[in-house]
């Protein structure tokens, strides 16, 4: 997979090479480009952004910017920054051995057209969901909008290179997209094959059942005073898994009724599940 971010702070995309992700790059399974939105400025200011049509506070980000700094890095003509990984190098073997999901739309279609996310509060709401089916993606492009964001003649003119996905990370309001672009991209490359050691490990997930994850300990058996489940101790795997998805469904209940309530629509909860939900 190759990630490229636009934004005016590639400084602040540097967490991209460290550990996890850094590790994905070393081993060939993932490419990423940061590049300066002001690479793309025309005038002696460099100036991305201007104030915006029918008033207001802030400003916008410039079409004028925006629109060749995306048609350059939807082809592949970036003059921005390959991040190495920040880890030391090994051999790198097997490079871009994964099976392409977005390789051509129909037969004699061609490359799919990359696919462009924009973080923006006002985009539809991130879920593991996308994260599962990005992880498929050959090319993801990503544009940080900064200020009051970006005009959105900008969205609106990338469907020709692009396949476009306004998203936000929750309900609340950051300066702008950098750290939504750093969530989204983890959550996107520990899903690819690979990444992660344990296969398992993105099986049992919070949200790949529907549920958030129930508790998990480790040694010692007693943690001032604090003892252990018996029942994980117990080495019988039946009843160590339906524990776990009581705890999964109590803890859900709880936190996220929300969730509850849409399992019980699809189909999702047995009758043990329910004698638990009801207590
Ligand atoms: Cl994706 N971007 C910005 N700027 N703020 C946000 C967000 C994204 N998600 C929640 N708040």
């Not at 992660?196 to 099986?203: D, E, V």
């Not at 919070?206 to 252990?228: A, C, H, I, N």
């Not at 699809?266 to 939900?277: M, P, R, T, W, Y």
Request: net charge negative; hydrophobic share 40%.
């Amino acid at each position: 997979m190759r990630l490229d971010v636009i934004t005016i702070f590639p400084e602040y995309l540097e967490p991209l090479r460290h550990a996890l992700l850094g590790k994905a790059i070393e081993q060939g399974i993932l490419e990423v480009g940061v590049h300066d939105l002001r690479a793309w400025a025309t005038d002696v200011h460099k100036s991305v952004d201007d104030t915006p049509y029918g008033g207001g506070p802030g400003m916008v980000m410039k079409p004028s910017v925006w629109g060749p700094a995306l048609d350059d890095v939807a082809t592949g003509d970036r003059p921005g920054t390959s991040l190495e990984s920040a880890l030391p190098h090994r051999n790198v073997i097997g490079i871009h051995d994964r099976t392409g999901a977005a390789e051509e739309d129909a037969p004699g279609a061609g490359p799919a057209k990359p696919l462009l996310i924009v973080p923006t509060p006002a985009g539809k709401p991130f879920t593991q969901a996308m994260a599962r089916s990005w992880s498929q993606e050959d090319h993801i492009v990503f544009a940080c909008g900064r200020y009051e964001g970006i005009d959105q003649r900008v969205v609106d003119n990338a469907c020709e290179r692009y396949r476009v996905e306004e998203v936000s990370i929750g309900d609340y309001v950051l300066i702008g997209g950098e750290v939504a672009v750093l969530v989204i991209a983890e959550a996107i490359v520990r899903l690819i094959p690979g990444v992660l050691g344990n296969a398992r490990s993105h099986q049992e997930d919070s949200f790949s059942d529907g549920l958030l994850e129930g508790p998990s300990y480790t040694k010692p058996q007693v943690w001032r005073g604090l003892e252990v489940p018996e029942v994980l101790r117990s080495g019988n795997h039946a009843k160590v898994d339906r524990w776990r998805r009581d705890q999964a469904l109590l803890r859900t209940a709880q936190r996220r009724p929300e969730l509850i309530e849409q399992l019980r629509e699809s189909g999702g909860l047995s009758a043990a599940d329910e004698e638990v939900l009801r207590g």
